[in-house]
């Protein structure tokens, strides 16, 4: 009798551990993709490498022996958050400000995967070959860092988030490469979807965030996507728009500035706090 509660014990605590329950639920974890701006293309500065919260982490996506850091491992977040070379990201600021702002026992972690240039298609995880196709050999070299999928490698990294965090948000900044493309709002949910599926996860408790492209008062060139942006909650219920009116570019208008993308990523931060119930002009 002893070795069958000995049994039924070991494979309670088995399955216990295979579904997560051991996760943080004071762990907010938010999972960011898309292209260029969402990589960082401005210089990193040295106020954004200083007064980091160690509250802030981010689980590294590619191995950096140059940053000491390990693909699947946690780091506080000090830039680069993409890959090994990328620049300052608006994850930088989306994180310092949700832990300005969020309980003291809550930590929030985040997860970046983004290849610059790319279309939406490069996310679909049963069509992103044939777009391959069409790729740049510099871009291929992006995509080779995350083993040839940058899809899977989200999955994979947010598997491994879930066995400390919740995941809470998904973060997107994506569209200059779909300028004109009306189906970028399907396109969008069918990654979206697919997340969702592949991570178990309630589209109800996990909203999506997707940013403006550099605005028109701005000078975007590619500013024409926002009005295909501005139609995402239409398709996605749970998505939320978050403008880049007045965020600082830089000279090419395609890109923000170090001081847009802080900008940028306070607005998205302002976003996700409103949903969780708390107010940004309230720190704890």
Known sequence: MKSIIRFFAVTVLFFIGQNGYSQDPNFHVYLSFGQSNM??????????????????????????????????????????LCRCKTGLTL?????????????????????????????????????????????????????????????????????????TGVIKGILLHQGESNTGDTLWPKKVKIVYDNLMKDL???????????????????????ASMNKI??????????????????????????HFSAVGYRDLGKRYAEKMLSLLGYKLDSPN
């Open 229 to 254: 942006i501005a139609t995402l909650p239409q398709t996605i219920p749970t998505s939320y728009v978050i403008s880049s009116k007045g965020c600082a570019v830089a000279s090419d208008f395609l």
């Open 200 to 222: 178990n996860l309630d589209p109800k408790k996990v909203p999506l965030l997707s940013g403006e492209t550099v605005h028109e008062e701005q000078k975007g060139k590619c």
């Open 39 to 80: 990589e960082g293309a401005a210089p990193i500065e040295a106020e954004d490498k200083i007064n980091i919260d160690p509250r802030f982490q981010v689980l590294e996506a590619v191995n950096c022996p140059d940053l000491n850091r390990e693909m699947g491992k946690w780091y506080t977040a000090i830039p680069p």
């Open 91 to 163: 994850t930088d600021n989306f994180g310092r400000t949700m832990v300005d702002h969020l309980p003291k026992n809550i930590k929030v972690g985040v997860v970046n995967v983004a290849v610059g240039g790319c279309k939406i298609e490069l996310f679909d995880k049963d069509n992103f070959e044939n777009y391959m196709k069409t790729a740049p050999d510099w871009m291929l070299g992006i995509i080779k860092e995350y083993n040839g999928s940058p899809y899977a490698r989200l999955v994979e990294m947010a598997k491994i988030a879930q066995k």
